[in-house]
């Protein structure tokens, strides 16, 4: 929007008074987050009022407290944001290809705020605007602008079309990240040329859900192979995970959010999906696997077998999530817990040895 726009935050309003508002016969109210047609991530997502203000009734309006010289970005953090997955695939990328042209020059201003989760990816907000950010759900001044977005531009999860404008690629983000987190380091590891050099593995652990429950023979067959290897659940702290996953030529996790730090992996790396049982192949290559190959990082997939699946024990032979699991997605509270909170994974290391393998010769 161009014009005489003012931002209420209190009261999730949104005046505006030029030739646009003359051209808007109604009122009009968005939930500012990308994923429009989840209608369970929506739900939560603050609604905001888009009003028009015609000549004759814009001395009834409240007057500014503060005047901007910078256009605004008004998104939500809210809905799946608090999983690395969508934080990265429904607001980072979105609110990069929305704001990056504006070099620097521009205010965002928050719904759904979750202090916590700014702060995660403070790094990244800094690199973006040079404004502090300002929670607008809690803020009672009218703020004026000349120019705001409301939402964020998306095109799908983790890509990126350069053909769209404003013509951004995920090589772009992924530059702009190095930028971020001042990451030195740009390729992996070429065992070509480096023959003697051993890789560095990173094992992505969990403590609740989808864990290794080998982990330490996992380890010993990484190593037996030439890898230096180091386990590691991720925390929180953004600047220290993205730094050593930058550190390492090769990562590999079972599905989940934790693979989303890929994007931190130099050029060249090689990122190892370990994809449990109940016909998740589509979400791993959707997500991770063709995500990956278009930003430089090599990808392989290892799919695990019945008996490497901690519902082995849990459930019998003839039940859906080994017999039919698309037709166990279809409840989908049943699938969620079956599938994606009780399982774990001991890895058969005999026949994981072959992916490993593959992971180095990918490296040469």
Known sequence: MTGDIRVLGNLSSILIGSSQAEQMNTSQKIRPYARKPDTNAMKPIQEWS??????????????CTHNHSVPAVLFSFGGYAGNNFHAI?????????????????????????????????????????????????????????????????????????????PHYSMKDFREFLRTSYSLGRMTAVNLSSSPGQRPRLLIISRSKTRMFTNVLEIVALAESLGYEVTVSELTHNTTRTVQAVNSCDVMMGVHGAGLTNFLFL???????????????DWHARRYFGDPARAMKVS????????????????YPRDHLVFRDPDELKKDRPAFTSICLEKQNVKIDVNRFRGTLARALDLLR
């Open 299 to 314: 990808y392989v997939e290892y799919q695990i077998k019945e008996e490497e699946s901690s519902l082995i024990n849990e």
């Open 89 to 165: 695939a429904d607001v980072i990328v979105p609110l990069f290809l929305t704001s990056r042209r504006f070099n620097q020059q521009v205010q965002f201003l928050v719904t759904n705020m979750v202090p916590w989760s700014i702060h995660r990816y403070q790094a990244i907000f800094n690199h973006l605007s040079r404004y502090e950010i300002i929670d607008i759900d809690k803020d009672r001044n009218v703020h004026c602008f000349s120019k705001a977005i409301i939402g964020l531009k998306f095109h799908e999860e983790l890509i990126l079309y350069p053909q769209r404008p």
């Open 266 to 280: 130099p050029d060249n790396a090689v990122l190892i999906q370990v994809v449990p049982i109940g016909g998740l």
């Open 50 to 63: 888009i009003l028009p203000v015609v000549k004759g009734d814009r001395e009834q309006v409240s007057p």
